[in-house]
């Protein structure tokens, strides 16, 4: 069973357009990460969002965790083609306060110039 | 930095093979993680270990098994390949906090086996 929903799954826009991803889960994560995957790579961390309303901001992305910390956002302003990627969502704490992350599906973005 | 070298990035085996692969980490992180990535999936945890001597199985353990002598390396062992462990396989490790929170993963940049 996924406990965290990614939506949408495919994502596939122009240079410059704004975006944004959502990351839902019926269970209350203690922390929940953001990861951007790039071919060929491993997932790299882009944020941890700990505090339920938090919003933190990584130069055009803004990433919110939300008041009941059961589901996040990612937003994208004005994208490039360098944020062509998978992104994924994994949160800590959830159903039985596991310490082990749980990842969503992920969104696979591609930005064409 | 830290570093999370896994040892191959392709492999082809033939069915009933027994594969290793090895994942090595330089930062004397405690936990580490075997996941394998499927298009459509996500990231699915197969084992993890949260010290030297000790693993415990994730969501997906059935025809795996892994080993860590070491501190820094984790292998993940398929005993007898079949086509359906073709797959990406990315290894991944963390740190307990002050907090003994978990630090987000740090990752390989994976193996993709192909089992034919």
Redesign the interface.
């Given at each position: 069973t996924?406990l965290l929903e990614q939506s949408p799954?495919f994502l596939s826009i122009q240079e410059g357009e704004n975006l944004t991803v959502y990351c839902n889960s019926s269970s209350v994560f203690?922390?929940l990460?953001w990861?951007r995957q790039e071919p060929?790579?491993?997932?790299?961390?882009l944020v941890?969002v700990v505090t339920g309303g938090e919003v933190k901001k990584l130069k055009r992305l803004t990433f919110q965790f939300g008041d009941a910390r059961k589901d996040s956002s990612l937003h994208i302003t004005a994208a490039q083609t360098g944020d062509t990627g998978l992104y994924?969502c994994?949160g800590?704490g959830g159903s039985g306060g596991s310490?082990?992350?749980t990842?969503?599906?992920?969104t696979s973005l591609i930005v064409h110039p | 930095d830290v570093k999370?070298t896994q040892s191959s990035r392709y492999l082809v085996k033939r069915t009933g093979e027994k594969v290793f692969l090895e994942c090595v980490q330089d930062m004397d992180h405690e936990n580490m993680?075997w996941?394998r990535q499927d298009p459509?999936?996500?990231?699915r945890?197969i084992y993890?270990s949260y010290d030297v001597k000790m693993k415990e199985k994730?969501d997906i353990p059935e025809g795996y098994s892994v080993s860590r002598e070491k501190k820094e390396r984790f292998s993940l062992i398929l005993e007898s390949a079949s086509t359906n462990q073709t797959s990406m396989y990315?290894c991944?490790s963390s740190f307990l906090d002050r907090g003994l929170?978990?630090s987000?993963?740090?990752?390989?940049?994976?193996t993709r086996l192909t089992v034919t």
């Open positions: 996924q799954q203690s922390s990460q990861y060929g790579e491993g997932p790299v961390l941890t994924l994994a800590e310490y082990i992350p990842f969503g599906r992920g | 999370v993680f996941y459509g999936l996500g990231l945890l993890f994730g990315l991944a929170r978990n987000p993963l740090h990752f390989g940049n994976g």
